[in-house]
């Protein structure tokens, strides 16, 4: 496991700078010069139509050159240029474009440009392997993309330190990184940039044997890719697959997938990925113990890279395996060739100049150490002198001190005296004060309290005086009501004459006119008791009868339904009638009382 683990590592360590790549835009807030309008039509091309991305940035190129020669102009040219050249995955000539353009980008002055410059020099130094350089730009580059609030671009800056960590084997951190880009890219719905994360994150699952999920992730990173036919990211995903497939011991999967990458590569003319492709023929020809088929295969991936700037870990690789096929053969001579040229390889990628950086750096701490403890003894020195001085000019001030303390001991004492004397006649006048203006508070208190208590003394008499009225007013309705219930029974007896029941009619009458008399009466007498009751009520319920609100009034005064029933001249049967009739206009609950509501008006 250790060895497919160490093959796993250097091939996808090749791969995994990619990630970054695939996801340019360019944004649109430029001005209205002719970079601003072309930058909206390479949006579109890079992502659906490369052929056609490329002869539009060679049509600008060439007309920024030969005949805009816009400053702002060319830094966005070289800039198009360089994007292009990524997505050929010609990193050979990147440097020179990006030289070029960032030197126009800091004559311009234009912040968004050179970030733009510095996060392709991040995607750059990844892929050549120069951490520090890789994530000082892209740190550079996040600076303006998050104060600017550019997701796009800070997704694809996410995704280069995901890489760098990946690089350095900090797993943990690429993971937190790659998804934080992959969350960016689904949000602003990008698919291109998601296809991405889930190849980055597909590899760094690889890296921690959990290849189940890696599979998952490279399965819909491969389906995005096919759909826009982005075929050198299908030839990475395949030969990442082929990768896993060969870890679990799969020989027949790994050759169909190896088989379908160099197919493409084939097709498509595109011989970028032939060392990697032949690199994991020889894998799987080591797998099967032919040698020498896998020594060949390990000799033309070799090849292929050996004058290029990048592909360096496949490169080691290669030099790896041939050394180990050699000692496996008895070859020692060719075997000890093999390992002076991996090591000599190492050490000029991450041997020589990183250990001079960390010389250098070791240096340069000592000597600040120096420095400073240089400076700090002399501060020590200084700082002693001035203890020194501060301290005899203390004692020079506590000596004259005391000496007009003692000199002027008297007088001090005099003047002590007559403050303390005046402070105290200034708080005695104080307090005198104060007592002066809590007794005036309290008489005030007190006769603002007597008021409200007669005037609540008066307003209970009336209250009471106006009840009792209202008493008598209701007593008298009462026997009212009675004598004409007796008038009825006598009308309704059989025995009388025609001349004893028209004159018991009359009294009727003059008796009905009085109880409509009596209502008045109640009514003026209840409303100065009561002043906002109907008008509250006819609001409320304005569809109420006279007889209803007659009810509502009596109820309010505490009646009972005898009581009213006997004012009205009807049964109690026809009060609990109205009663109920009142319920439902107000749409009273079963649960609540009549009587609590009629109350709170």
């Known amino acids: 496991m250790i060895k497919y683990k160490k093959i796993i590592y250097l091939i996808v360590l090749i791969s995994f700078a990619y990630i970054g790549f695939k ?84 004559q311009t002055g234009s912040e968004e440009l ?17 951490f520090p350089k890789s994530i000082d730009n892209y740190f550079k580059a996040l600076t303006y993309y998050e104060a600017n ?22 797993m943990e951190q690429a993971e937190f990184y790659s998804k934080k880009s992959l969350e960016i890219y689904e949000k602003i719905n990008f ?20 290849l189940k999920l890696s599979k998952e992730y490279l399965s819909k990173s491969t389906e995005i890719r096919i759909q826009f036919k982005d075929t050198l990211e299908v030839i990475d995903n395949t030969l990442r697959l082929a990768t896993i497939e060969l870890v679990q ?14 197919s493409l ?9 032939l060392s990697d492709i032949l690199f994991s023929y020889g894998q799987v020809a080591e797998c099967t113990g032919d040698y020498v088929e896998a020594e060949a295969y390990y000799n033309k991936s070799d090849s292929l890279i050996k004058s290029k700037s990048i592909g360096v870990r496949i490169r080691l690789g290669c030099l790896d395996a041939l050394a180990k096929i050699a000692e496996k053969q008895k ?48 501060q020590k020195y200084r700082n002693q002198r001035i203890i020194f001085f501060l301290i005899v000019a203390l004692l020079t001030c506590i000596g004259l001190f005391m000496w007009f303390l003692y000199r002027n001991k008297d007088k001090s004492f005099k003047i002590s005296q007559l403050e303390k004397e005046k402070l105290e006649e200034k708080r005695k006048l104080e307090q005198e004060y104060q007592k002066l203006q809590l007794r005036t508070y309290e008489s005030e208190l007190k006769t603002e309290n007597k008021l409200r208590k007669e005037e609540l003394q008066r307003y209970q008499l009336e ?33 009388m004459s025609l001349e004893g029941k028209i004159l018991a009619i009359e009294r009727f009458l003059i008796v009905n006119l009085d109880q409509e008399k009596g209502w008045e009466q109640f009514q003026n007498i209840f409303h100065k008791i009561h002043p906002t009751f109907f008008s509250n009520l006819q609001k409320l319920v304005p569809e109420l009868t006279k007889t209803e609100v007659r009810i509502c009034a009596y109820i309010k005064i505490n009646m009972n339904n005898n009581e009213i029933a006997s004012l009205l001249g009807i049964s109690v049967s026809s009060v609990l009638t109205n009663r109920y009739r009142i319920r439902k206009k107000i749409n009273l609950e079963r649960a609540e009382r009549l009587e609590d509501w009629i109350q709170s008006l």
């Open 265 to 273: 590569s084939i097709k498509n003319n595109n011989t970028s990925k």
């Open 331 to 378: 070859d020692y001579e060719k075997s000890n060739r093999y390992l002076k040229s991996y090591y000599s390889l190492k050490d000029s990628v991450i041997g020589g100049d990183v250990k001079q950086k960390i010389e250098t750096s070791r240096w340069n701490s000592v000597l600040e150490k120096q420095n400073y403890q240089q400076e700090a003894e002399r």
């Open 249 to 262: 011991g799969d020989l027949y999967e790994t050759l169909k997938n190896l088989d379908y990458a160099y």
């Open 191 to 210: 698919p291109q940039g998601v296809a991405s994360s889930y190849s980055g994150l597909a590899m760094i699952y690889m890296f921690n044997d959990q």
């Open 463 to 495: 209250s009471e005086l106006k009840n009792r009225e209202l008493i008598a007013l209701k007593l008298q309705l009462l026997s009212n009501n009675e004598s004409l219930g007796t008038l009825q029974n006598l009308l309704k007896d059989n025995g």
């Open 23 to 106: 996801s340019f835009r360019i944004d649109k807030d430029l001005d209205n010069k002719q970079y601003g309008r072309f930058s909206d039509t390479f949006d579109s091309l890079i992502k659906y139509d490369k052929s056609a991305a490329e002869k539009k940035v060679d049509s600008f190129y060439s007309l920024a050159l030969t005949e805009i020669k816009d400053t702002e102009q060319l830094g966005y040219a070289y800039y198009f240029r360089s994007i292009l050249e990524i997505v050929q995955g010609k990193y050979d000539s990147l440097a020179f474009f990006l030289l070029k353009g960032e030197n126009y980008a800091v």
């Open 149 to 170: 609030n550019k997701n796009m671009a800070m997704a694809e800056i996410y995704s280069g330190i995901s890489g760098v960590y990946f690089y350095t084997s900090e």
């Open 114 to 130: 050179q970030a733009n410059y510095n996060k392709l020099w991040g995607h750059y130094y990844l892929k050549i392997l120069d």
